[in-house]
């Protein structure tokens, strides 16, 4: 397990990362409905105060889920499966020490799968906070 996904780092200089992380669906359809999300496990992800992207992960039945967060080149840089007795998960992915680019996190089970799309690009502009990510 890589540390910078679960260890605060520090920040230095004037540059900011702003992240943008939209949700994806997996298939298109032509009718304007929602992509049916899985029914055995509910998840949220959410920039918290210390810029740090927060996942939660609670399963409804006991089936395997498992989260990944891969990089542009569809390379794995955090794996986690939790088991069918496992009903919670959380946590943080610190995305100071990552270049900018195009990331995805997905949590999926046999039901289907949640996918999220995360952009980090730096600026140059000062913020009062050294980092800036939002989400969609």
Do not use: C, W
């Not at 890589?2 to 992380?21: C, D, E, H, P, Y």
């Not at 929602?34 to 055995?40: D, V």
């Amino acid at each position: 397990m890589f540390n910078f996904l679960l260890q605060a780092s520090a920040l230095v200089g004037a540059k900011s990362i702003l992240g943008a992380v939209l949700l994806s669906a997996s298939t298109l359809t032509t009718e304007p409905a929602e992509p049916k999300k899985p029914a055995s496990f509910g998840a949220s992800a959410y920039v918290n105060k210390e810029n740090k992207i927060q996942l939660s992960v609670e399963k409804v039945v006991a089936e395997p889920v498992t989260v990944v967060l891969r990089n542009q080149n569809n390379q794995v840089l955090f794996t986690q499966r939790l088991g069918k007795k496992q009903n919670k998960f959380s946590v943080k992915f610190d995305m100071s020490e990552l270049q900018d680019g195009a990331y995805e996190l997905e949590i999926s089970s046999s039901d289907g799968s949640i996918r999220k799309q995360v952009s980090l690009q730096t600026n140059t502009v000062t913020l009062e906070q050294p980092r800036l990510i939002t989400m969609q």
